[in-house]
């Protein structure tokens, strides 16, 4: 089962997605929003698979929460506005549907969704290798583990820090994520991974890798000092 939340500041929009949401029998709807700040403490509580997101709300649109979560869920766009499609797919959503939507186009993309949400729950989080490939331009570049200093993300792209120099590819900073292993690397930006053997320093609200300067969230400083410098510093 999927658990899904439906977040759309149309209530008669709102309903209709949730009552096909209701009407699928790998879906489970935990609940309903009519916009995106309301469903940041449904999504702190537990577990969300899927978020049917619209994009034209009040306070925050759809794609800028969307751009706001370190790692999001499976997305599909939920909208009366096409001409935000391509900026929705280079963030990675798995659909985008034009209101109004009938049941048999939100059952396709909830069938991608469930495809995809069974791959990812047979892939080994984490597996264990020294190295990986990434595309760039008409070759396969092998990075290892051990040379890689930092990811960075640039929208619908990934630049890598490494020892041999910055190689950049069309990947989202979740696809990187998932071939690196916790021990060793951390997110401590929505924008940027780090290796933590390789952080010299941490200065304020920053990680200080050879020349370079890497922002540190306010909701990850704690994990950072955690893993970093407690039970490493030594005291008087």
Do not use: W
């Not at 200080?208 to 030594?234: A, C, F, Q, T, Y």
């Amino acid at each position: 089962m999927l658990k899904c939340l439906v977040i759309d500041d149309e209530p008669l929009a709102r309903e209709g997605i949730a009552g096909y949401v209701n009407d699928i029998d790998f879906l489970e709807l935990i609940g309903t929003c009519e916009n995106p700040l309301d469903a940041i403490g449904i999504m702190e509580k537990g577990q969300i698979d899927l978020l049917f997101l619209d994009i034209q709300m009040p306070k925050i649109n759809g794609l800028d929460f969307l751009k706001s979560l370190q790692d999001p869920p499976l997305v599909i766009i939920t909208t009366a506005y096409p001409s935000f499609a391509l900026e929705g797919f280079q963030l990675a959503v798995l659909d985008y549907l034009v209101k109004p939507i009938t049941f048999q186009r939100l059952l396709e993309a909830a069938n991608k969704a469930k495809s995809q949400f069974n791959l990812l729950q047979q892939k080994p989080a984490n597996s264990s290798t020294d190295h990986f490939f990434i595309k760039q331009e008409n070759k396969f570049e092998k990075i290892r583990l051990e040379e890689l200093f930092f990811v960075e993300s640039m929208q619908n792209y990934i630049q890598l820090h490494t020892s041999r120099g910055k190689f950049t590819t069309l990947l989202t900073l979740k696809n990187i994520k998932s071939e690196l292993p916790d021990q060793g690397f951390l997110q401590v930006h929505k924008s940027y991974i780090v290796a933590i053997s390789k952080i010299d320093s941490v200065e304020g609200n920053q990680v200080v890798i050879g020349e370079h300067k890497i922002p540190i969230s306010r909701s990850n400083r704690e994990k950072v000092m955690d893993l970093v410098v407690n039970g490493k510093l030594i005291k008087k």
